[in-house]
Each structure stands twice: as C-alpha cells, then as structure tokens.
C-alpha cells in the first residue's frame, strides 16, 4: 500500500471566501428570511398558498429582536408543506437542522412569542403541544425557515405527523420529543424513548410534571427538607 | 454472548429473530465507546447487519433544569454539556442570548471571543487524533502526544479563566474578564510553534499503514444523504460539502478573517481524521490574524446587564460552527427572568443518526472507528 500525497484532498475549495458568497444578494442571502421579513417570507407565503391552497399556512410574527418570523402548518398538511420546500428547486431547503418542542399548558401564551395576524385568533381552547422546525438550504444557503405545527390537545390527540421520511435528521430528534413531551409522531419508523428508559411512563419536560417522591431520610429536616418530610410522612 | 438485549429496545430492527445471527452489545463502559454509549450490534458472521444506539446513561434533563435557572445561571451548565470544548458552547449560547435580547458585543471581545473558540478546535481536533488511533488500538502514544498539546491550550485558559475545562467565561455582550498581561504573546508562541506538532503528528499518522488500511473506503456516504441526515461539521466537509457556518452565516468577526474551509473527496474515515488536521492549520492562520489585530477597549458591553437580566418576549435560534458541528441554541421567552424553553441542537447526537447506515456491511472492528470518527462527547449527546 503507498501513502496518499499530502495534498491528495483538496485543500481548498473553489467558493470558499464569504465575500464571493451569495449572502449579501437580498432573497438569497442569510439575512433574508430572519431580518428583512416579513417581506421574503411573505413572498415565500403567498408561493405556498397558491402551490398548496388547502394547506392553510399562515404567518406568525416573533415581537423579538431576532425577528424570526415562523409559519403556523396544520399538522395534517405538515409533510405536503415540508415536500414543497424540499423539492422545489428555488426553494431547496434541504437541510432539517433543528426540532424543538414546546409545551403550553397556556394557548395564550403561546400567540405572544409568535403572534398571530389581526383578527386571526387562536383557534385551539385548551392547551397543546408544539414542535417547531428550522429548515435550510444548503444550495442557496437561506435560512432559518421556522415552521410550527400544534397539536390539538396535550393528551390523547397529542399527534403530528413524522417528517423522518423526508428529513432524516428528524428520526432522534423527533424520539427525543415523543420521549420528553409525549407527541405521538404518526409514520416514524421506530417511535421508542431515546433518553429516558423504556419503562418511564411520564413526559419530564411538560410543564406539569411532578418529579417523583425521592425522599431520603435526614434525622434532623428543616427549611426545603422539612417541608419534603412533611410532604412524604403526612401526619 | 447470544443475549435477549435485541427484545428488550431494538424492537424494529430487521430479522433479528434469525438464530443463526449474533447480538452483541457493545457498550456501555468499553472504552472505545468513548463515553457510556451502547450499541445493539446484530452480527452475521463478522459482519454488522443491524446497530441500534442506546442513549440516555448521562441524561440529567440539561434543558429543564435550564427552564428552572435564570439565563445566566445556564451558562456553567454549557461547559459540561462537550466538555472537550466548553469556550465553545459558551459562545454558542451567548451567541442565542444575544440575538434573543438584542444585545451588541464590543470589537475586543469579539476578538476574544474567535480566539478562545479556534484555541478550543485545536484542542477538540488534537484530542481526536489521539482518540481515533486509540480506537484502534494504537493506545496510549498518539493519545500522549495529543494530550501534551492539549495541555499547553489547558494552562492558557487556566490563566484566563480559572478553570482548565469548566470555564463559564462569555457574558451576554461580552466576555467575564480582560486577558491578563502577557496573556495573548504566550498565545502567539503556541501557535508559532503548533505547526511544528502538527507536522510531527502528521506524519506519524498519514502514511501509517495500519491507519490506512483501517480507515481508507470505511464508512463513506454520499453527500445528499448526509445532509439529509443533518450531518454537519468536519463529517459533512469530509465528504466534499463546501459548508461551514463561519462562512455561509458568519457570526461574530468571522468575515474579517482569511482563511479556507478544507474539503475532503469522498468522506471516508480517512479524510474525517485528514480534514481536521487541515481545519487546525486553518485555525492557527485565523489566530495568528485575531492576535495581530487585537484591539483595546472593553471586554464586555458596558450597558449589558448581568442581574435581573429578562430578555423581551420572543424567540432566537442562533447556531455557531463548534469544532464537532453545528451547535444550535434555540430560546424562547415569555419576557421573564428564566427561558420558557430552552433547546441545544447538539452536534454528537444529530451526527449519529445515520450511525447504522455507514456500519451496515462492514465488520464490527470497522464499528469502533466510524464511532470513533464521528467524534461524540456524551455529555452533549445525553444533555
């Protein structure tokens, strides 16, 4: 076996200086969807409603400094909606970088981090459980597109449809979602726990979990102690 | 060694109920594991035909004990979440704090800031070297000459910080404290003489015939499934993707500096170890201009407020190119003193998605140096 040249990997790539980038080009630079929207974003928008009128996409404003503008999808529609993005070629998001869940045992306040426009209210009484998605493109280098999709409660409708069939970056994290906040991802391939043990009933990061009664015996309670005595020996 | 372990998680994994087939579980405290990380490993014969990856042995719910802490009391909880790079993640969170409030950093600390970051892929980039030989089996030597290295950027940061790893050091709008005297010459001497490392580790390394025979077409997947897999950092660069976020979406000063972003042919293990050696000569360039231009003034943004600090309502997701990947910080705020979510996008977890994809048909030797080549920490991984 001979010993590859040193600079047998290209050392440098052709595109590589940021200047020759098309970040400072308006629609296709980094900037464009975080700062200037909602103006690319709504022209982003108006494309989804004509491609997917059904869909029923709408625009949520961040009140933030960030000014990460996101779009509400009906989780019914969520997979078309990701489909269009992903396999349109001037859009091309093809990179799925991030999932969050979010738990709101309060509909309210959820529409003051991403607010709703006028006269659109929240649809949804009771609480629910939201899992946001930030997509981009690796090609046209855009981004973040944050998308939401909400579930219809926090208990047995707590469902949204997979996105691993499209991107396959969302397989742990959606796991990682149905294991800490309990949404039920319909079509994932392998739905298990991924970090709490399989045994585990609860969802430790909704905002009503109750950690388990661990008390441990101390001779002389007081402060925060005694009031876990008392909690655990109720007289 | 034929166990149930297959019955007790890897449920969907394809014709385990084959007889003729070996379940392994390799994990969770062999030390080429790099960590408590366990695998499921069906084996026909040598040959892997289902891994499973068990995660969760160093879960402590990072993120709500972040819900239940003010935004600055999160920021040692970053430290110990890739405990090889904590400069880093400090950064990074910074970095989403500051986009979430709005708040600007002064041009020294910013060059404080590229600094301690670069100094910390030296670090993670060296200690991978000497990890991936020790995976396999080349114990001890390369991993001795790599922690010597490491150990002169420890003693830096030590001066610095106080602290060798755990170093809690970036405020929101700044940095803690300025660089004590004489602290950014000793800096330049480190990477005057970092070369000279490189060239010696190197060339221990390149044309090592063991090494290559180990690592040469082992692993490899094609571009757009990795960044379907959301695989980003030296393991997507390796395979020949021209993307870095220093470059795409500089945060930071990082367009003020010259420097390239090295790519790999065909992002096997070899090109993942080669890249990173060429990332290291791409940082010390980076450093040796951020030295040069260092400016006076304040480290942090005399407006920035360190108590009581309570962000307006809203959102941010802000990532940074850590020296494993992209790590993302995503923060919500409900405008009071403590996030009301609080999500790491962590690099080592997301990396190991398509795990099984590049191991299916190899041999399970061939399993301990992708893992290794993928580089995981699992403090990050477990959160």
């Known amino acids: 076996m001979t010993a590859p040249d040193r600079n047998s990997m290209d050392r440098e790539s052709p595109d590589s200086h940021a200047g020759e980038l098309p970040s400072q080009s308006g629609e296709a630079g980094f900037t464009a969807l975080q700062s200037e929207s909602p103006d690319s974003l709504a022209s982003l928008l108006a494309r989804l409603h004509d491609a997917l009128p059904q869909a029923g996409v709408t625009l949520r404003t961040n009140p933030g400094p960030a000014a990460q503008h996101s779009l509400l999808v009906e989780p019914t529609h969520l997979t078309e909606v990701c489909r269009f993005l992903r396999d349109t070629p001037d859009m091309a998001f093809d990179f799925l970088s991030n999932v969050t869940g979010v738990d709101w045992p309060d509909p309210a306040k959820a529409d003051t981090v991403a607010v709703p426009a006028e006269g659109e209210a929240n649809a949804s009484a009771s609480g629910f459980l939201e899992v946001i998605y930030h997509l981009y493109s690796t090609t046209r280098r855009v981004g973040p597109l944050v998308l939401r999709a909400r579930t219809a409660d926090r208990g047995d409708n707590a469902k949204i449809p997979s996105l691993v069939a499209i991107y396959r970056s969302a397989e742990f994290q959606e796991r990682e979602i149905f294991d800490l906040f309990g949404v039920e991802f319909t079509g994932h391939p392998d739905l298990r726990r991924i970090l709490m043990w399989d045994e585990f009933t609860d969802h430790p990061m909704r905002k009503d979990y109750v950690a388990p009664d661990d008390y441990e015996y101390e001779p002389t309670p007081h402060d925060a102690v005694l009031e876990k005595a008392k909690r655990h020996y109720p007289a | ?383």
Not at chain 2, 230 to 256: F, S
Not at chain 2, 288 to 293: G, I, M, S, V
Not at chain 2, 336 to 348: D, Q
């Open chain 2, 1 to 383: 060694m034929i166990s149930d372990l297959a019955n007790s998680s890897s449920s969907a994994a394809p014709a385990l109920d084959d007889d003729q087939l070996l379940h392994v579980s390799l994990g969770p405290q062999h030390p080429s594991t790099h960590g408590v990380f366990r695998m499921n490993v069906a084996l026909d014969g040598e040959t892997v035909v289902s891994l499973k990856p068990v995660f969760g042995y160093l879960h402590r719910n990072h993120e709500k004990i972040a819900e239940n802490a003010t935004y600055l009391s999160s920021m040692p909880y970053t430290d110990r979440l890739d405990y090889i790079c904590p400069l880093s993640n400090n950064w990074a969170y910074a970095n989403a704090v500051e986009k979430l409030a709005g708040i600007e950093v002064p041009e020294r600390a910013q060059y404080m800031r590229v600094i301690l970051a670069e100094l910390t892929r030296l670090i993670n980039h060296t200690a991978f070297a000497g990890f991936i030989l020790g995976d396999m089996g080349a114990w001890g030597s390369a991993l001795m000459y790599a922690f010597r290295e490491r150990e002169l950027i420890l003693d830096l940061f030590e001066d610095l910080t106080g602290a060798r790893m755990m170093a809690n050091f970036m405020r929101f709008g700044g940095c803690r404290n300025d660089l004590p005297a004489g602290w950014a010459n000793k800096v330049s001497e480190l990477v005057n003489g970092y070369g000279a490392f490189l060239d010696e580790m190197e060339d221990l390394l390149i044309g090592n015939e063991i090494l290559l025979a180990r690592t040469r077409d082992i692993g490899a997947l094609p571009k757009d499934v990795l960044i379907n897999g959301g695989i980003t950092g030296p393991m997507l660069r390796a395979a020949g993707v021209n993307y870095d976020i220093r470059k795409v979406e500089p945060y930071g000063i990082y367009q003020r500096f010259d420097f390239r972003i090295p790519l790999g042919g065909t992002g096997d293990c070899y090109d993942r170890i080669m890249i990173r050696f060429l990332e290291m000569r791409e940082s010390l360039k980076i450093l040796r201009q951020a030295l040069d231009q260092l400016p006076e003034g304040p480290f942090v943004h005399p407006k920035a407020k360190i108590r009581n600090f309570k962000p307006p309502v809203g959102e941010a997701y802000a990532r940074v190119e850590g020296p494993k990947g992209e790590l993302g910080f995503h923060l919500l705020s409900d405008g009071s003193a403590n996030p009301y979510r609080y999500r790491v996008r962590p690099p080592s977890f997301i990396n190991l998605t398509l795990l099984e994809d590049m191991c299916l048909g190899l041999d399970l030797a061939d399993v301990v140096v992708i893992l290794g080549s993928i580089d995981i920490v699992l403090g990050e991984v477990d959160r």
